[in-house]
Nanobody, 121 residues
């Protein structure tokens, strides 16, 4: 089985920065897309950023220019550098991998348990 574990969340003041990390364990053949999503209380989960195996990135409109996603394929890790944080960025942040566990298996989505980011003075 594949497990994803996020780290790096916490409490930060407005204007501050945080760097989230997501690490994968288990048997993985190939990871195609890595992404970060977030969900605030009472709101739907939304895409924050994603990155393909080729390095193509996509960002939610509200984080463009402030957040940067990156990946380390060898380590099977994805990162989210968050700068100029705002109170409205407060949410539970999840990583998601789209991957194959074997060369002949179906593509599957795996989620982490989430890491809390709180932006407050």
């Amino acid at each position: 089985q594949v497990q994803l574990v996020e780290s790096g969340g916490g409490l930060v003041q407005p204007g501050g920065s945080l760097r989230l990390s997501c690490a994968a364990s288990g048997s993985i053949f190939s990871i195609y897309v890595m992404g970060w999503y977030r969900q605030a209380p009472g709101k739907q989960r939304e895409l924050v950023a994603s990155i393909t195996s080729g390095g193509l990135t996509d960002y939610g409109d509200s984080v463009k220019g402030r957040f940067t996603i990156s990946r380390d394929n060898a380590k099977k890790m994805v990162y989210l550098q968050m700068n100029s944080l705002k109170p409205e960025d407060s949410a539970l942040y999840y990583c998601k991998y789209r991957l194959r566990r074997g060369w002949d298996t179906a593509m599957e989505d795996y989620w982490g348990q989430g890491t809390q980011v709180t932006v407050s003075s």
